[in-house]
């Protein structure tokens, strides 16, 4: 299931919308489906602690079994972000697809979760299939 945590500021207190009411920043799980709510990637730019400059990706989308299937916005990883803007590029109509989220392992050998097209089930032949 989705992981949803409440956005922070810079001191540790959580933000609050115009009715008061926290800020939650969502993230995907291995085994989330979702299928975006528009074509686009909201994209913006953000500093951290540090002083470097980061973008922040971001993705409304409609995640299966959560919050009544209500669009929700979903804050992405920068690979998944770049996997995003490739299907974009490709010229993908992604509100008219179904896409999950899977586990791997980096090149380090560190759990990570991806996102990509959730695979079509494909039939078995059967002999008389080449007869």
Do not use: W
């Amino acid at each position: 299931m989705v992981q949803i945590i409440n956005a922070k500021d810079k001191s540790g207190k959580n933000i609050l919308t115009k009715d008061g009411e926290a800020v939650v920043n969502v993230k995907f799980t291995a085994g989330d489906e979702f299928i975006p709510y528009s074509n686009s990637l909201i994209e913006r730019n953000a500093q951290k602690d540090d002083g470097t400059r980061i973008t922040v990706h971001t993705l409304k989308c409609i995640i299966k079994d959560h919050n009544n299937e209500q669009p929700v916005f979903v804050t992405l990883t920068p690979a998944q972000g770049n996997t995003i803007k490739k299907k974009l590029a490709d010229g993908v109509i992604l509100s008219e697809n179904l896409f999950q989220a899977y586990e791997y392992s980096d090149k380090d050998n560190i759990s990570r979760v991806g996102i990509g097209f959730k695979p079509k089930p494909i039939a078995n032949k059967t002999f008389s299939d080449f007869n």
